[in-house]
């Protein structure tokens, strides 16, 4: 009796040890940090890592404390603003906003201090919808990619924008187009195709490397597009990135396409070798001259 007594006992202890640590978290879900109601329906949210909220209606964007809930910023009514239309230049405090504007179909790219809502600039020479962006804050500088092709192809148009001014410093397009990531529309009613589904693009050394249809080499000086090498990408399009990134080396890029795998001169965009098509290679690794897939 004095066993069954004592292990009772122990297992009535270990139970009021452990039902607290298992109860507390069920309490914490139901119990939000803070909640606060808007003057309009919020359609999306954007997480930063400043510790900042943006919310966005569809003509209005409110800046928000993560912590607290606080209202830093709002912006007034405008034009409509999907999600699509706003992102933070990464590595940097910058909010961008793409506004169409209905009454003469043109559009104005606008950048907001993050933390304070204070407008820096505007520009109103950018001539559609963003798709894709790339930093070089090296050059003080971000590469805007929109979308000049109306059909359900993607061809970007490249703005090199001054990350303090949004002066232009030069304009350049890809020399054709190819299929893009669906981003919207329902069936085949309004749809609208980006580069969301391929790897982003790369600033090394005043060269610019793009991975959408193969690689294209681009400078960074001048914006000519210095070398195409054309390969298929994302074989199957309901699979986005599911080819390896690649892999950039002194000489060489080595990158994987539709299980292909292929060694580019990095000079002139030629072709050094093609492996045998493995099926599909999502990542890839170099070490002391080999690669593995």
């Known amino acids: 009796m004095n066993n069954k ?23 914490g879900m139901t119990s939000p940090l803070w909640d606060r109601e808007f003057d309009r329906n919020i359609d999306w949210i954007i997480q930063t890592e400043f510790d900042v909220l943006i919310a966005g209606s569809n003509k209005k964007l409110y800046a928000i404390c993560e912590r607290r809930g606080e209202e830093i910023w709002s912006t007034k009514s405008g034009p409509d603003i999907n999600r699509n239309d706003v992102t933070v230049i990464d590595g940097t405090d910058i909010l961008l906003v793409n506004r169409e504007i209905e009454k003469d179909r043109s559009y104005k790219l606008e950048a907001y201090e993050l933390l304070t809502g204070k407008k820096l600039w505007e520009n109103n020479k950018i001539k559609g919808k963003g798709i894709g962006i790339l930093p070089v804050l090296e050059r003080w500088s971000f590469l805007y990619l929109i979308d000049s092709d109306s059909s359900d192809r993607v061809r970007p148009h490249i703005y090199n924008l001054n990350i ?4 232009i410093n030069w304009e350049s397009e890809f020399s054709s187009s190819f ?3 669906k981003s919207s529309g329902v069936l085949i009613f309004g749809n609208k195709y980006d580069v969301s589904g391929f790897y982003p ?16 080499k681009f400078s960074y000086k ?8 054309t390969y298929t990408v994302n074989k199957d399009e309901t699979f986005i990135r599911s080819d390896g990134d690649a892999i950039i080396t002194e000489k060489t890029i080595y990158t994987s396409g539709a299980g292909i795998v292929r060694a580019i001169n990095r000079k002139d965009g030629s072709v050094i070798w093609a492996s045998e098509d493995f099926g599909l290679v999502p990542l890839m690794y170099y070490d002391g001259g080999k690669i593995f897939g």
């Open 5 to 27: 007594f004592k292990t009772v006992v122990v297992i009535f202890l270990i139970t009021a040890l452990l039902v607290p640590v298992f109860i507390q978290p069920v309490y």
């Open 164 to 167: 303090f001014k949004g002066k």
């Open 179 to 181: 299929n893009g990531t």
């Open 201 to 216: 693009p790369v600033f090394i050394d005043d060269e610019i490397y793009f991975f959408y249809d193969g690689i294209r």
């Open 222 to 229: 001048t914006g000519k597009q210095l070398w195409y090498a």
